[in-house]
Each structure stands twice: as structure tokens, then as C-alpha cells.
């Protein structure tokens, strides 16, 4: 059998940033001449399809593995046995847990993704910093890692105290108004907005998991009447960036699926053709496929490219 | 004179059970017929080939000379052919209004009716009020109450008086009286000879010999899933009707069939 | 020789001569309380309207925020979509049966009404008549594989749902249609978003629809034949069909008309989120959410009874507890925690006044 | 004699509707107690009553003497009262084995039955059987036939077969004969003089005046909601006391109460 | 005076003199099919048996890695989760109830055994045992609820679900522990994780347990009085109850044996998965698709009929159609949906055949 095999394995494949990624796979694997097959988890945190998956893989005979795993620990053992057996295993997007687990990771930081944003919001309101009233509009309650990692890193960025650093929700800084969760879609944040509005109508800082919450979340403002208030999200999507353009999301940390998902083929595509397993960036542990914070109201000290170049970079 | 209804070979298999086989049938107009025989002879079973709730494995259907081959009691209703199930299929939650006019309900008058097809409940409570009152069973003290709150001969009642305000052509009756009291049985025979007054003949399915015999113009004996003969009253006493059923004797001219 | 029935018959009934004919009549005292049992039992839509009192009660004196104007057009706003859902799913429950792909067509058909629009340049005001047609179709689909082909209502809906859902990312490839775009191209689209704002409450127009489309079901279940027809359906099948009700036509009927509610709920979803969005949690949450507000209103899952008004309170009692929690503060955790403890205890109380009223 | 059941004051309203109204009752030890009355009299909701299938508004009841109250119909089957209801209470899906046996299943002998709790299949259906043949009901083909597959009349004989094989203390039957043939029916109420010679008294509602002035040692005569009066039916014709439970004639010392 | 009486029914019954007491018997052509047919009709779970058989060939038709020995190992461990929480939902099933909450009983009871051991450093052992008592009790409060106050199954365990779930999150503060460390602490965790290799095949122990509980509780079912129970009770409540079954104790003890079963999985879990996670999707997804196999398996929705080996040929069924369709290589969406399809074709299958055999 001369074609090699590939699988990719992502955590749903209807949250758009995972649809790109898959799409950007493809496009790598037909270049390469290799056979890629998809899965992915039914919904958000779903660890157990993942293993399903990593099994079907095994038993496929692929030559390598993408995921981008639910649940970073309790993935290890899978990925474990289909290394045992011979398959080369990349971690994209979010490194597990040990992050060695994996034969190498391309990911993005997800806790710097916050961090600038949360860097950015601090900036722009300048000395109102100390007085804003901020939503936080999470994923779901299983709070999986990306989740956490978001939160956390804009929480840090905006100097509030995160308490126990692996779980959102257990600040008690007065700033914020409350966490809600959105499933990271339009609808989610709609009601959540409404619903931290009913409760405190002076919000003005508004936290987003991804861009599609954010767009949820900026109709129940503009229901209010409240169109200044600050949005920041995570993701870089194209309709995001537009978003950002239009002033609906004041800014957003750019990531790039697309890149993971092509150099990941072309590992494995040069993996199965010689051997060699890629190597990690220098100073890191994992393959850094970087983050960008764009926004056309660029603010001191905190890094951002603007909506024509966040445009020519998205990702769908 | 021509049958109203005729069958002929009807032939019914549940599984391993044989509950028709190769049955005939025939009912006179303006008659009451009679049909008895042991439990589990087939006799529901016969009627319910009839009358379109069970589709027969074999045989032909005549009403009225033209062949019929109803598939549901819907159409057979529409032919005019009104039956009162053993079962006596009510909705328990639903008023014993509600259900006397299942399927055929009275719509308001007016653009109420028309447009909004709004039901008229009044006339409706009114008629069925009248016809349990024929019956005798005015104890039902709302005509609003849900069938499930009647007793087991209150609900038998609404479902006879249903049959008899409805049947045009045919009406069947299985086993009306079986739960009815002394008094609400006499009320159902006489419903039964006004029917048959207003030119309507009549399928009475039943175990009361002596109702039977007071007022059946013929009997039909059904015996192991199939007609064994018919016999007048007048010709025969009841013990040798029960004698015939139940396979102590055989009338003349039949050998049985095992 | 007949004449011998005549005598047995004749032995006894002799004494039915003189019989009475009173009506059995037995007269209660008509004690206050008395009636107000009377009326719960005959009200099956009573019982979560007090229950409803109650929570508002509650989260009245709990939470400051919670009688303002605002707070209240908000769960109403909230609930607007449930509400339709639950529409389809009272009439779908009251034949015994069960939808669980209303969520799945309502974004499905939403999906469909935007990317007609977007992708085709049909009109919007023509996309919405496809989506809704299309909406009744899926539905009509459950229906048909339901009533002809006899399967059960569960398994298929199960079936649909996935399907649709599928059928829905693929088709819109996951793409979001932003909302300033659709303000711009396609207005129509989002009609059930605009509002009227009396004395600065905004009351959206999907809030007047939900509310019709309660007030128009519950009159056609209640006074005409075709809804009696949904409850005898739902009620004892086998006894309907006897009885002369076309029980086929009726179920597919009762999952058309569903579909085409879904449709609408998909339509309102449009305008009241601004954008279209395949992934809209309603796609995964909205039957369990739809039957949830159909069971806290007294509606059985057997079938044959209960209320849509029932429905609607039911709907709303879960928008109060939800925004009330919210109000009172939990973290999101404990509110979920709340309330599955809430429905249990909002369906506790029915069962108990019920049992009380007798 | 004391009586053997007693009962004063049974009051039962459902909702608007009052079953049982202020009802005294009496069963003496060895009789067979028919109870006569209207249709919606209250008969079926005074046997419930008696048998823990429907717990009484107010009322007591002596069993032997003492007092009981029984919740569930488990409670009074325990206490060795068996009933048959108006509406069976079968298990539709089930055999006519498990039926019969349903709540007091046999285990097979041995570590089979003590540890593995097995059924004894084998005798529970010989015992089904052999208790099926005595009611004449052989024409059911296959004890392991479900129940919903019967003709109603075998339904009845199943449910009848099932009370006189286990009552030890007092059988009640509600309309036993409802839905049974001539044969059945003689069958049936030969069972009845078998459980009566074996010492157990009988409570009979039955609409059939014949069987029940054949059978009966006293009759209940039951009318809107409470007895009316017990009369012998060695003192009085069918006529009066058709009369008096239709309300036509009243029984001597007796004023109606309305 | 009753001698009339006599004389009456004397009238007529005289004819019953030499009445036949002969069996009415038909005798059918007994071919080859009818046998079939008949066999069919006996067998409620060899309609499955055969959905399953022919997707077998398919798919081993289509792929060509499918009739692998390990493939086929692989796709009985991939189900054997699904199949205990499927034993759960069985018997609850067979009551005409149904239970949303088994995949978070099961969630977290793995949860609880995990943390008793690592957060209060209780031996392993124990912790299993303390699960195992923890998940029961879960069950038997679904069980009380649902008999002592007569709430609806489907309403009860909605509620539980949420409650457990959000528990579990609470309770776990959402940390997965490491597989790594429970093999060095507590390897007990992980007993059903454990595997035998004849041959070079693997298959683990938790593909054993569940074929044992599967065969354990056909048992049950099928030759205890208390499976007899539980089927009466939901044939027809109301006739069970008057026939003198328990109904109440046999619904609670259904759903808390129910609970055991899902505590069970939740042990299998962990040596499945190697970690334990509050997040495993069992939690959300556990009760579809048990429902899903019980369905597929021929079990009706509305109480007593159906067997649980049916139940397991269709958790096979769905685990056939996954593991086929993956190394077919259709993409996850079109898995989805080919899987919602197949599920509403099976059943279509069912039925149709059992129409045929009538
Ligand atoms: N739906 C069914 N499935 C299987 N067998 C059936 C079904 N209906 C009837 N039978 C069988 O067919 C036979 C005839 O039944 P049927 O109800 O026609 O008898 P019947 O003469 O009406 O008896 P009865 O006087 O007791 O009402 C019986 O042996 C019965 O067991
Ligand atoms: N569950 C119930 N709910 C409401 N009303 C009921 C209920 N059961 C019985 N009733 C009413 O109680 C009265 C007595 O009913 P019951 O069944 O005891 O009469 P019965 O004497 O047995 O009549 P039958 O001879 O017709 O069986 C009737 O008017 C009936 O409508
Ligand atoms: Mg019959
Ligand atoms: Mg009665």
C-alpha cells in the first residue's frame, strides 16, 4: 500500500475554527498524496469519542494522528497504545498533559491568546480599569482546558487575581459582574448577555470565549442600547476580524488552525517517507504556531496588527 | 330477497390461531340476526372482518350486492355500517360528548363553523343527552364527565346509544349487554327493536340465551371459527341452540368439521 | 317454541315496572374550598400558573433587580423560542408521541431561510416561505415514517434529529451569516426581532408571536374536531381508530404542523440573534428543553392530556428560575445544579395539589 | 354468628361523584353473598373498598373480628382475600401461567431455587393447566399463549381460575359471568359451589338474576351508593328483587333515602 | 320461591349435556418458513441479531481492514460502556420508565471513586465499594421519587441528570486525574482495563463484564419472579398492582439497581479511559445512546415487552455502524448522519419483519 494514512481528530467539527482546520488539512493532504480521515468529538469536551476515534485509527493502520484533545489528560493512555503502535502522534492546538505525550505538538497559546486581549482591555480604559464591570461569557460548564486557559489569561492580563488558576469562576473580584456560559455560539451569548445585563445593567468590559459569542453577545448590547461597550474574543476567524472592523469586537487574539493543521500533514507525510519526527520551536516545548492580537485601536505596550493584515491572515 | 351483507369464505390467522376459517355469513334486510357460539369461537373476530377493524386473510365481502373490502372502520362507517366493539373503543379522557361524536363531530353555525370550524358543543351535549336518556342512563350526572369515570355499564351504554343514533345501513352490537344492569339490558333490547323498526337490520352478538331468543328473527351458530348453521328461533328450543354451540349435538344435515 | 324466552325474561323483569328514574344525584357542600378543588381539577393548566406565582414570589424578595420591567420582558424574550417549540411539542406529545428533532429543524429551516437568501439571492420574504415549507416537510417526513410505517415516535425523532443536524452543518459548511449583513440584504430575516417599547420596556415582536401562537393551538385543541381527534389519538389509538378517527392522517398532520412551527421558531431565531448560526445550542438543547417545559405544564407523556397553556407556563417557570438564579447570583455550576432541582420540585408540587384537589 | 367480614359506614367520593355513601356490609362465614344493583350503584367501588384496591373516605372494616385497613390489594390477598375485578388485572404481555401465578411465583426445588431464585416453570404451568381444564377453558391452546391474545371470555376464565385457586379466606368476584358463554358460565358457577363446599365464602356481583337466585345464600341488594337491604332468596321472586334494587318497590321497613 | 330460578337456567342449559371438550385446534402447514416466521415472533432479539449480521457483512464488504480480528475486538470494547449503561436502561425500560441520568451516575461515581482515593487517600478498594453504594443510592432516589411520589421517569431523571452532572463538576473542581498515578496508586481503578491477549488479540476484562451482565440479567428477566415483576409492572401498572405485585418496591429497586449498573460502568470507565474525567462525554451523551441500544434492540418504550439481549445486539449494531463507517473514512458529519439514518432503518427493519412473521 503506497498511499500513507493519515488521521485528524478534532474536538467537534461544527465549531468553525475546527471546520478550517480540517479544511486546511485536506487541502495539505491532497497536495501530499495523503489519505486523511476526520473525526471528531460530538460536543464540546467529548473525550471518550476521541479515543473511539484514536482506536479506529489503530485499527485503519494510519500512519499518523492530528488531534486537538478534549480532555489533555485523560487522553494520554490512548495516545500512549497508538504510539505503541507505531503511529505517529501530533498534538495540534493544545498541548497535552504531559505535553511529551505526543511525539510533538503545534499549538497556540491559548493563555497568551487571553492574556493579550485581557492586556489590550486593561490599556484601553486606561484608569476606568479599576472600576469596570466585566462580563465574563465562558464555554460550558465542563470547563475544559481551552476554556480555562481563555479565561484565565485575559483575568491575568486585566491584573484581576485568578485564584485557583485551572478553573474560572472562583474570582471574587468585585470587577466582575459574573461568568456565564455560552456553548460558543451566537445564541449562548445572546441569553448570557442578557442575562449578566438583567443583573447589572453597567457592564462595560465584555470577555468572550470566541468570536461567534461575542457577535451573540454585542446584539443583546445593541438591544440595550449599549454599543460602546468593550468586546474582546479569541479566534481570528475571518467574520470575527470583520467584526473587529466593523467595531463590534474591540479586539480579538488571532490563531492559526490552518497552519497547524498543514505542517501537521507534513509531518507526518515526512515521517512516514524517512522516518524523522519535527522538532519543537526553540525555547519551547511545543511547535508555536503563534498568536496575534488584532484591532485597529492599537493600544501602548501590548503588541497588534490591524484588520487589513488580521484579514489577509484569517482563517475563514 | 337479496342479503344486505354477505361474506363468504373469510379466512383470519392470528399467528398460530386460526380465529376465522373459511367462515360465510349472510344478514337479511331489516332482520336481527343473532350470532352465538362459545368464547373464542371467532364470533368478534367475524364481526370485526366486517366491519373493517381486521383486514381478512381471505374471503369476499358483499354489502348491498356490490363487493366491498373495507380497511379500516372509518370506511366501513361511511358505508353506513356503525359497530359496538367488545373493547367499546372510547378515549377515557375525553367527555362522553366527545366521544359519541368522535369522527363526526357538529360544527357552529355560521362563519364560526364555517371559517373557524368551531364545534357546536351544545347541540352536541344536547343530542347526547337526549339519547342516553332513551337508554335510561340519565344516573350519568355530566354530560361533560370523562368516559373513564363511568362504570363499566355506564360506558357500555354510551357506546350502544352511539351505534344506534349513527347506523344507517347496519348496525353490530358484540355483546351489548354483558356489563349492563336488569334495567339497562331491557333498555337496550327495546333500542335494539326500534332500530329495527326504523328498517335497520341488526348483528347481535350475545350470550343471554333468552334475549336471544326474545328478540333474534335468526340465529347464526358459530362454532371453531366458522358458521356451523342458522337456525329460527321459533324452530328450535334454546337447549338445543346451547347443545348445537357448544358440539353436544349436531343439526340436521351438518357433519361437524374439525 | 320461542315463546319460552319471552316467559324466562318475563319471570324477572316483572319488577323492572315502576323502576326510577331519578338521576342519582349527590349533593356536596359547596364549601369554597371545594370549588377551588373543583377548579384545579378541571383547570389542568391551574396548577403550574400557581406554581409559576410562587417562583415569582420568591425571586422577587430574593433578588433586587427582579420586578423591574425589564427583567420581566427579558424572560419573556428568553422564552420566546421554547415557547414555539413547545408549541410543536405539546401537539406531538398529546398523541403519546415524542419530537425530539424540533431544535434540529428549527435551525435547519433558519439555516435554509439564510442561505437561500445569501447564497441563491432569492428573496428573503420568498426565502422565509421556503424555509417554513421546508420546516413542514422535515416534520411531515417524522410523521410519515411514524404513522405509515409504524415505528416509534422516539427512535425516529432520534433518527431525524441527528440527521438534520448533520444535514444542516454540511449544507451551511459551518458558516455563520453575520447580522449586519443580513440588516442590510435581507430585513425580513429578522423581522421578529423588532420591538415595540412602551414606557421604555422593550417587548420584542416574537414575544406577540409566541403568545398567539399559544392562544390560537389552545382554541383549535380545545374547539374544534381536529384537535379532539389529537387528544382520542393520544388518548387510546387502537379505541380512536375504531371510533372512526383517522389516526394516520392525524399523526401525520400533528408532526407537519410541528415541523412548520419549528420553521417559524427558526425564523424567530434569526431575528432574535441577528445572525444566522448553524451551531445555535437550540439544534442540540431545544427538545430536551421544549419537553421539559411541556412536562412542568401537566402535559402527560402518555398522551390524550394536559394543555398548551399548561405549556406555556411551564416555559416560563423555567425562564423565571433561570433568570432568577442568575439574579440571585450562582455561578453557573450551581445554577444548572438549581435547576434540575427546581423541575423535580415544580413537578412535586403539581403532582401534590393535584392529589390534594383529588 | 359473627360475621366473617364487616364493614360500617364506607364512604368513597370521587371528585363530584359519591360511589359509596355512609355503606354497611356483612359477609357471614361459609355463605355466598350475591350483590345485586344498578349499574353505577357502587358495587365494584364496595368490593375495591373491601379489597385494598381503593382505600375508603371514612368507614371500617373487620376482618374475622378484627379491624383492618388495608392499603394495597397485596395487603388483603395477604390476609387471604382474593379478587377478581371488573377489569381483570392481568398483565397483557405476559403468559397465562405468569399470570396466574403473578405474586406468589413458585421456585424450582434445590440451590436452583433457593440461591438462583428460578421459577419452577414446569409445575406452574401443569398447575395453570390442570386449574384452566377444571373451568372447561381447554380451548386455550397454549399456556404460554400472552394474555392479550385471548377472547375476552377466556380472559375472564383465566382471572376467575386464578381467585378460586388461591382465596383462603373470602373470594369476591366482580362479574364474573360478563363476558362468558353459556358453558363458561355453568362452569363458572359449578367453581363457585367448589369454593363454597370448601368451606370459603363467596362475595358474587352479577347482573345474571338467575345464576344469582340459583347460587346465592343472600342477596346484597345495593342502591345509590349504600345498601338497601339483604334479602333471602328463598322469601322473595326475581320481580321484587329487581324491583327494589331499580327502585320500583321499596322492601318492607325499608324508607328510601335519596 | 328461587326454584324458578333453577327451572331457568335449567331451560336451556340442559343442551349442554355431551358438550364438546375437545381443544380447538388448527392444524397449520408447518414449512420451513412458517417455522421461521414463528421463530421470529418468539424471539424478540433475533431481529436485531440479524440487522446486525447484515451490517457485519456489509461493511466487511466495504472496508477493507473491518474483519480484523482487532477491529472487531476493538469495536466490542468501544461498546462495552454503552452495553452496561444499556443493562441500566433495560430494566428501567421494561417499566415503562426511562432514565436520562445513567451517564452521569456513571460520571460520577467514577468521579467519587477517583477522589475518595486521591483527595482523602482512602484504599482503592474501598473507594470502589463506597462508588458502587454512592451510584445505587443515586439510582434509588430516581427510584423513590419516582414511585413514593409518582413524578414521571422522564421528568425525575432530567432533573437528576443536571444535578448529578453539575455535582460531579463541583464536587471534581473539573480535574481529570492522571492515568499515570492511579496505575501507580490505585491500579484497582483500573481493573477492567486490564486485558487477555490470545492470540495476539487484545480484549478486556470490561468486555467480559458486560457479556456476564448482559447473560446475568437475561437470567433475571427472564426466570425470577422478581423479572416477572418487573415486566408486569410495565405492562400495566394498575393490573400489576391489583394482581398483587409490588409495583412501588419493584420501581425503586429497578432504578437503583439501575444505579449499580451505571457506578459499574463508571469503574469500567476508568480502566477504559486509564484517567478519570468529570468531563467525559458519558455524562451528556450516556443516556441517548443507551436508549438508543435498547430501542434498536427491541425493546418497546411503553413497558414491557422486549429482551436485553436484544439491548446488546443494539449496542453492537451502533458500534458495528461507527467503527464501519470511520474506516470507510466518511467524514464525521456524514457519520452522523449515515448513523441517524441506519438507527430509523434498523428499527424500520424490526418492524417489518415482525409484520411479516405476524
Ligand atoms: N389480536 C389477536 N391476536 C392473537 N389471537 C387473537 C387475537 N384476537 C383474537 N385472537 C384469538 O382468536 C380466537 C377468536 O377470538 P374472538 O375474540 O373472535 O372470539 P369470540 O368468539 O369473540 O369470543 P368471546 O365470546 O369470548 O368474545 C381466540 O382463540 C383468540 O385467542
Ligand atoms: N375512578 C373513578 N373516578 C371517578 N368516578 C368513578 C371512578 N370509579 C367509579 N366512579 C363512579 O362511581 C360510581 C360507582 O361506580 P362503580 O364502578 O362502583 O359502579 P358499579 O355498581 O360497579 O356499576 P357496574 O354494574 O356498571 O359495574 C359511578 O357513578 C362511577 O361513575
Ligand atoms: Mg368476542
Ligand atoms: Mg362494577
Partial sequence: QDAVSACLITKTDTNPFFVKMKEGAEAKAAELGVTLKSYAGKIDGDHESQVAAIEACVADGAKGILITASDTKAIVDSVKAARDAGVLVIALDTPLDPIDAADATFATDNFQAGLLIGQWAKATLGDEAANAKIAMLDLGISQPSVDVLRDQGFLTGFGIDTKDIAKWGDEDDPRIVGNEVTAGNEEGGLKAMEALLAKDAGINVVYTINEPSAAGAFEALKAAGKEGVLIVSVDGGCPGVADVKDGVIGATSQQYPLMMASLGVEAIAKYAADGTKPAPTEGKDFFDTGVALVTDKPVEGVESIDTAKGTELCWG | ?258 | MSNDARSVSGSYEAGLKGAAEAVAEFHEPESALKKLQHWLHQTPSAVPMIVLVVALLVFGALADNFFKAGTLSTILQQIAIVGILGCAQTIVVLTAGIDLSVGAIAVFSSVLMGQITFRYGVPAELSIVIGLILGTAMGALNGILIARLRLPPFIVTLGTWQILLAANFIYSANETIRSSDIAEQAAALQFWGYSINPGGVKILYAVFLMIALVAIMAYVLRHTAWGRHVYATGDDPAAAELAGVPTKKVLVQVYALAGLFCAIAGWVMIGRFGSVSPTASTGQLGNIQSITAVVIGGISLFGGRGSIVGMFFGALIVGVFEMGLRLVGTDPQWTFFLIGALIIFAVAVDQWIRKVAG
Avoid at chain 2, 379466512?11 to 344478514?27: H, P, W
Avoid at chain 2, 359496538?84 to 379522557?93: D, G, H, K, R, W
Avoid at chain 2, 335510561?136 to 343514533?165: D, F, K
Wanted: net charge positive; aromatic share 4%; with cysteine.
Fill in chain 2, 1 to 258: 330477497m337479496e342479503p344486505i351483507l354477505k361474506a363468504r369464505g373469510l379466512t383470519k390467522r392470528y399467528g398460530k390461531v386460526t380465529a376465522l376459517n373459511d367462515c360465510d355469513f349472510e344478514l337479511m334486510p331489516g332482520e336481527i340476526l343473532a350470532v352465538i357460539g362459545d368464547n373464542g369461537a371467532g364470533k368478534s373476530t367475524l364481526i370485526k372482518a366486517i366491519s373493517g377493524a381486521v383486514v381478512p386473510d381471505e374471503g369476499q365481502i358483499w354489502l348491498d350486492g356490490q363487493e366491498v373490502a373495507f380497511r379500516t372502520p372509518i370506511e366501513a362507517r361511511a358505508a353506513g355500517i356503525e359497530t359496538v366493539y367488545q373493547t367499546l373503543a372510547m378515549s377515557p379522557a375525553l367527555s362522553i360528548a366527545d366521544n359519541m361524536f368522535m369522527g363526526r363531530e357538529l360544527r357552529a353555525p355560521g362563519i364560526m363553523g364555517s371559517l373557524f370550524r368551531k364545534l357546536d358543543r351544545p347541540r352536541m351535549e344536547k343530542f347526547a343527552r337526549e339519547k342516553l336518556t332513551e337508554l335510561g342512563l340519565m344516573t350519568i350526572q355530566n354530560i361533560n364527565q370523562a368516559v373513564e369515570t363511568l362504570s363499566g355499564g355506564q360506558r357500555q351504554g354510551v357506546a350502544v346509544a352511539r351505534a344506534a343514533a349513527f347506523g344507517s345501513k347496519v348496525v353490530i352490537l358484540d355483546e351489548p349487554t354483558a356489563a349492563l344492569g336488569v334495567k339497562e339490558s331491557r333498555r337496550v333490547l327495546e333500542l335494539i327493536r326500534d332500530v329495527k323498526n326504523r328498517g335497520i337490520p341488526i348483528i347481535l352478538i350475545s350470550h343471554n340465551m333468552p334475549h336471544v331468543f326474545e328478540i333474534a328473527d335468526r340465529i347464526h351458530i358459530h362454532r371453531l371459527g366458522r358458521r356451523l348453521c342458522v337456525i329460527k328461533p321459533q324452530d328450535y328450543s334454546m337447549s338445543d341452540a346451547v347443545a348445537f354451540m357448544t358440539g353436544a349435538k349436531l343439526p340436521e344435515g351438518v357433519t361437524e368439521v374439525a
